[in-house]
């Protein structure tokens, strides 16, 4: 079953250059992307199956032995993180596509948009098999590049100036990764994860920690951790709304799955334990307090984005079993449940007119199919029980509890308050955009009209009468939605199962040997 | 393999060269840092293969040959690097062509947001209450008003 390893990255590479070919054709760019992800989610599916019942697969590529050749390692940990990346592209592509249909492909010009999309898939995919210090990095620049592209689609002005900063941003931290990959194979010969291993521990105390540090620092810009997060919300809500929904859901996870692995793998011990949970806690604090501060849905929605990064670093830092199992848990269900709670800003943006608080109102009344896609992954990210939010958060806590050290009880309260904070600013968008009477302002129904402010540029809007609601959020985008918010609940009754796996996932990451027998059957050269 | 020394001032320079550059405001100069930065890290990941003759197996005797992966390595942050130099020369010509210049603005909405919290205001006036918004959003136009010409100024600054 080796061969299905390298398709989640191949696959949406063919379907790039197909898409490209079919430039002037929207109708088959759109049957070649979709059957390309479908096929995607499938193969990782199969993989997450044939990892947790045979352990790791391991493909060669190009068929040079693992210490020459670069490896790809689907183990139970990527296999999961590609299945839900896959499932969640697929549902912003169809939404997309919803979109784009509707709107006469203003919003997402579907020429560059569909090869793109289909990189910045290869890229994550890449990233997450990756067994190879320097092809995780060309996973990052994949996916890098195309979100570079995506966020500055149709190149207005309040986008060249957020793709400016993001860029930038972007840049340093793939030149500190860059510099962190120079110095690991300086000190130790080999870029190869599994044979790291052996090699980082046998390097000095003091080396080893300046490897992790950098590495650290670079990961933690791309996860927006804390004091490396002011990017985020910079750049992200100026997007049109997939974008911004793929790239929450995605790209900071990336960072958080480089994180997992280098801080399990790589440097085992938890010397960067009591860093990690800092940052976790003021990542966790001051990310909440800045959605609370916000009166715009998208950019409170990128501000719970950084805050919640601070729960998965929780449990990375508690380094027991229990902790990054948790971790693990969240970061499943937080893919979800962001993507989810962007795609209904998208919706609210069409159906209100933008997406500014103080714009908008009675969005309940006026549509309660949307309020209901709002409101129940909006509770799920609040950490309301029964929703799999609660589950994830309950899981850090007792693993927080079960560590008993000053740190971790600072952690659980923070976690707890950033929780209820959550509640807070989520209840604020419900009492201001869905609950009091309509804005006087807002349309009864408006068209295709994304909001002049995070567009930049004004656009004709198309008055459609009250029956033609369809018009305005057209089935292909509640669709997704919809699918979406029912992905997120089955992740609630699935709770059980999942929770065994992520547990499984993390005790093979702590004990590293899986991983290392995996790619060297007859021990590390 | 011994550390030179010349390199390392050499990477030295570029890096500091390159993050002073980077601190700028006008994305011309933010180009060339970022140009800086990366030929520093390449010349890093040079300095950490052993140095030698070419490696070709039959034309070097083994002892001799350099380590050709960290050159592999550069040829592909060389290219990486120099797709981005493109990318974001399109994205100072675009600026200039919308604005004029090419310098990285603030964000209006992030300013907006500073000036209530030091006028030590709630993030929306429409928490006071419904009846009040057509006033509230008054005092937002000119807020954002102000706030244009702040950055504005700030950026010219």
Redesign the interface.
């Known amino acids: 079953m080796t061969y299905l390893v390298p398709l989640p990255v191949v696959m949406p590479l063919i379907g790039a250059a197909l898409t490209l070919l079919l430039l002037g054709r929207p109708r088959a760019q759109r049957w070649v992307s979709l059957t390309v992800l479908t096929a995607t989610v499938a193969v990782a599916a199969m993989l997450l199956v044939q990892s947790s019942l045979n352990g790791p697969l391991v493909v060669e590529v190009g068929g040079w032995a693992a210490p020459i050749g670069i490896v790809l390692v689907a183990d139970q940990l990527a296999a999961l993180m590609l299945v839900v990346s896959a499932a969640v592209t697929l549902c912003v592509l169809v939404y997309s596509i919803g979109q784009g249909m509707a709107d006469g492909n203003e919003e997402t010009p579907l020429s560059v948009y569909h090869p793109t999309y289909l990189v910045l898939t290869a890229g994550v995919c890449n990233a997450f098999l990756s067994g190879d210090l320097f092809n995780l990095y060309v996973g990052f620049e994949i996916l890098l590049v195309a979100s570079y592209v995506l966020l500055t689609l149709g190149s207005t002005e309040t986008r060249i100036r957020a793709g400016t900063t993001y860029v930038v941003v972007s840049l340093l931290s793939s030149v500190i990764f860059l510099v962190a990959i120079g110095l690991v194979y300086a000190a130790t010969g080999t870029l190869n994860l599994a044979q790291l291993v052996d090699r980082l521990d046998a390097l000095p105390d003091d080396v080893r920690l300046v490897l992790q540090g950098m590495l650290l620092l670079a990961f933690g810009i791309k996860a927006a951790v804390f004091p490396l997060s002011a990017w985020l919300p910079d750049s992200y809500p100026t997007a049109p709304a997939p974008v911004t929904a793929v790239f929450a859901g995605l790209l900071t996870k990336v960072g958080v799955y480089a994180i997992i692995r280098t801080e399990t793998l790589l440097f085992p011990g938890g010397r960067t334990a009591t860093l990690l949970l800092v940052t976790a806690v003021l990542t966790m604090v001051v990310g909440i307090l800045g959605a609370v501060a916000q009166s715009d849905i998208k950019r409170l929605l990128s501000f719970t984005l950084i805050s919640h990064i601070g729960y998965m670093l929780f449990g990375v830092g508690l380094t027991t079993a229990l902790g990054l199992s948790a971790a693990i848990f969240y970061v499943v269900h937080h893919i979800t449940i962001q993507t989810t709670l962007f795609l209904a800003a998208g919706l609210v943006e069409r159906r209100g007119g933008s997406t500014a608080m103080d714009r908008l109102g009675g969005l309940a009344r006026l549509s309660p199919l949307l309020a209901v896609l709002f409101f129940v992954p909006a509770l799920n990210l609040a950490g309301i029980p029964p929703f799999s939010g609660f589950l994830g958060k309950l899981g850090l806590v007792q693993a927080g509890i079960d560590n008993g050290g000053v740190l971790a009880w600072i952690l659980v309260a923070g976690g707890l308050l950033t929780s209820l904070l959550t509640l807070y600013a989520i209840a604020r968008v419900w009492n201001l955009a869905f609950w009091r009477a309509p804005h006087p302002d807002m349309p009864a129904v408006v068209g295709s009209a994304t909001a002049a402010r995070t567009d930049g540029a004004e656009q004709p809007h198309q008055v459609v009468t009250v029956g033609q609601t369809g018009a305005v959020m057209p089935k292909m985008m509640i669709a997704p939605t919809v699918a979406l918010v029912a992905f997120g609940l089955v992740l609630t009754l699935v709770a059980g199962p999942l929770f065994d796996l992520s547990t499984d996932a993390a005790n093979d990451l702590l004990r590293r040997t899986p991983y290392v027998e995996a790619v060297f059957p007859g021990g590390t050269p | 393999m011994t550390p030179n020394l010349t390199y390392v001032i050499v990477v030295g320079v570029l890096v500091a060269a390159g993050v002073t550059l ?1 601190l700028e405001r006008s ?1 011309t100069r ?1 180009l060339m840092g ?1 140009i800086l ?2 030929n520093g ?1 390449n010349l ?2 040079l ?3 052993r140095a030698g003759g070419a490696p070709i197996v039959g034309n070097t005797p083994q002892e001799e040959m350099s380590d050709p ?2 050159q592999a ?1 550069i040829l ?2 060389i290219v ?1 690097t120099l ?2 130099t493109a ?2 020369l399109a ?1 100072a010509y ?2 200039w062509h ?2 004029g210049h090419d310098e ?2 603030d ?1 209006v ?2 300013r907006r ?1 500073m000036a ?2 030091e006028r030590d205001e709630g ?5 006071s209450g ?1 009846g009040d ?2 006033d ?2 008054d005092a ?1 136009t000119d807020n954002e008003r102000s706030l244009a010409a702040t950055a504005d100024a700030g950026r010219a600054g």
Do not use: H, Y
């Open positions: 980077l994305l933010v970022v930065l990366g890290a890093l990941l300095t950490g293969g992966l960290p390595m592909t942050a990486i797709g981005m990318f974001l994205l675009r600026s919308l604005n990285v603005q964000d909405e992030d947001i209530l919290a993030p929306d006036g429409a928490d419904d918004d057509d509230d959003d937002q």
